[in-house]
């Protein structure tokens, strides 16, 4: 298994892990990078399968004024890249997978998921996530491996974290300020 | 040592006690998720240092053991903000309220996972497969363990104490292994110990005090196998000292030309 370094780079840049344990003045660019992930092509998935795995992802994880969605977290890139690196076994349940919906957007709206509107998206989410919680089918199995590795992705992705959730560890400081918690105010740490 | 059998050691070297390969345990444990509404908007700008271990319940049974069973556990509590929060989440649905509950969630959520000792018992140990053999023809080391009575009643009393502490610090679980059986638990890779016991007595145990074999002289062991006891703290440290015993004791018999 080899990693291209520009790559390896890439998910260092989703991973907020990576330049965030480093002093700031040696932080490089590499988190905004965009270029890698434009110039990118599937290597796990074909690429009419990579175009599904996005808006699938997006569709579950969406922008909003909450913040940024799946899609310009470059999801679809983190999975690929691990399945990339995963067991064929793994891939093709991926392949079936997404094949899976495919075939269940066409019984429900006659067309792809791609050429469906945002709300038959989310009609065809909707019962593609139904039984998540005790799953049955092949169908919801995979929606449970799909939902668990987007999520994965979604919050490996330094924009989610700083952006989205308002992470602001994982940095070195220069002086430790104490705890300026309000909510702990009221007790004698002295 | 099993591998090495000679007329003098007929059941492996060093093992006149037929403790080798015996008294194999490790950790074990479970998750038990809460989440506290009443922290929704508290201040979670860096939770750094407040994952697992900042929160350690420890001491459990140890004054007054439980009539279910034997041993006790450690509860390893994690919280805060952290990246990999949402994953465990267990958060049904999709689309943007999907993303509401899961950072509002990711916030004030916390995690208790149990650290308890395997109970050594005359069902877990290591032998060799009669049948089995790897490319170069010997036989394959087979690793017997299974949860008990004890082990599983154990895992129940663990997730009942995490109710009761999340209840009382007015939180709701999100989630906890739907049954409690050998199934549900999940074994530390990292924490094997035993199989050549130290002990007094050269017919119960493999080692004596010092890692040195009751059996032969020169034979010494410096690892976490030495174990006759795996409390529920990690075994790193009492490995270390262990080892480092050893290691005193065997250079001082050494100098003394006692391994010849």
Known sequence: VSLQRREFFAILGICAASAETMFAQHRHGVEDDDSVFAAYRPRALTQPEYELLDQLTETLLPADQTGPGAHEAHVAYYVDVVLYHSSATIRQTWKTGLALVEKLADERFGQGFGACSRSQRQDVMAAFAKNEMAPQTDADRFFVEFKRMAIDGFYASQLIQREHLGYRGNTAIPEFPGCTHTEFEHLDTA | ?260
């Open chain 2, 1 to 260: 040592l099993l591998l090495n059998k000679t007329r003098e050691f007929p059941n492996g070297l060093a093992n006149s006690s037929g403790q080798v390969g015996q008294n194999l345990t490790s950790h074990f444990g479970l998750t038990v998720t809460a989440f506290f509404p009443q922290l929704k908007h508290r201040d979670a700008s860096n939770d750094d240092g407040t994952d697992y271990y900042h929160g350690l319940l420890s001491g459990l049974y140890w004054d007054e053991p439980s009539k279910n069973f034997e041993g006790t556990y450690q509860v390893q509590c994690g919280s805060g903000l952290h990246p990999n929060n949402p994953r465990d989440l267990y958060v049904p649905g999709f689309g943007s309220a999907l993303k509401r509950e899961l950072k509002e969630k990711a916030i004030c959520s916390a995690n208790m996972n149990m650290q308890g000792a395997l109970l050594a018992s005359p069902k877990k140990y290591v032998d060799l497969d009669p049948d089995r053999t790897d490319r170069f023809g010997l036989p394959l080391p087979r690793i017997h363990l299974h949860y008990e009575d004890n082990d599983v009643a154990m895992a129940k009393d663990m997730v009942q104490t995490s109710e009761e502490i999340i209840t009382a610090a007015r939180g709701e679980v999100i989630f906890k292994p739907r049954e409690i059986s050998p199934e549900t638990l999940a074994i530390d890779y990292n924490h094997w110990v035993g199989t050549m016991r130290m002990g007094a007595d050269p017919k119960t145990s493999v080692l004596n005090a010092d890692g040195q074999s009751h059996d032969i002289a020169n034979l010494f062991v410096g690892d976490s196998s030495v174990f006759s006891f795996n409390p529920e703290k990690n075994p790193t440290l009492t490995n270390i000292a262990l080892s480092w015993r050893m290691s005193e004791r065997l250079a001082a018999k050494a100098r003394k030309g006692e391994l010849a």
